[in-house]
């Protein structure tokens, strides 16, 4: 089970997990370890809330294929057991990330005193540029 929020969680079942090997620089273990890790995670096909597969699927994740399916490849550590824990945080944090609800902002009016400091300091700002002007030689 991985565990995002206290009441929210999925099955391992529904996250595919493959060993790979690394890319770049690695020494001699470079071609015969697979320490990476390639997550898939479908999210149509997964058992999380309607309203939070919708919030997913409208992401702009490059992350997210054009069928709705998370890959995520980890692959920054030496053990191919922190690029697991590495890499299904990351998929708890994305899906943790659409879960969080947005407040809805309120209209507001700039307050009377503010209008008329803004317009005395454009006034002001004004004045002094007049002043630029040139000289009359006379």
């Known amino acids: 089970m991985l565990q995002i929020t ?3 969680s999925l099955a391992e079942q529904e996250i595919d997990l493959q060993a790979i090997r690394a890319q770049g620089s690695g020494g ?3 071609n015969k370890v697979a320490s990476a890790i390639h997550l898939r995670f479908d999210i149509r096909a997964s058992s999380l809330p309607e309203r939070y597969k919708e919030r997913l699927l ?4 490059q992350r997210i294929t054009s ?6 490849k980890a692959q920054q550590f030496r053990t191919q057991e922190m ?3 590495n890499a299904l945080a990351r998929l708890a944090q994305l899906i943790k ?3 969080v609800e947005q407040k ?6 700039p307050t009377l005193g ?3 400091r803004r317009m005395d300091s454009k006034t002001k700002r004004g004045r002094t540029k007049s002043l630029r002007g040139k000289v009359d030689p006379g």
């Open 6 to 8: 206290p009441n929210l």
């Open 58 to 61: 409208a992401l702009s994740d």
């Open 28 to 30: 001699q273990n470079v």
């Open 104 to 109: 809805s902002r309120k209209a507001t009016r």
């Open 97 to 99: 990330s659409v879960t």
């Open 114 to 116: 503010s209008k008329r």
């Open 83 to 85: 690029n697991k824990e």
């Open 67 to 72: 069928d709705g399916v998370v890959v995520i």
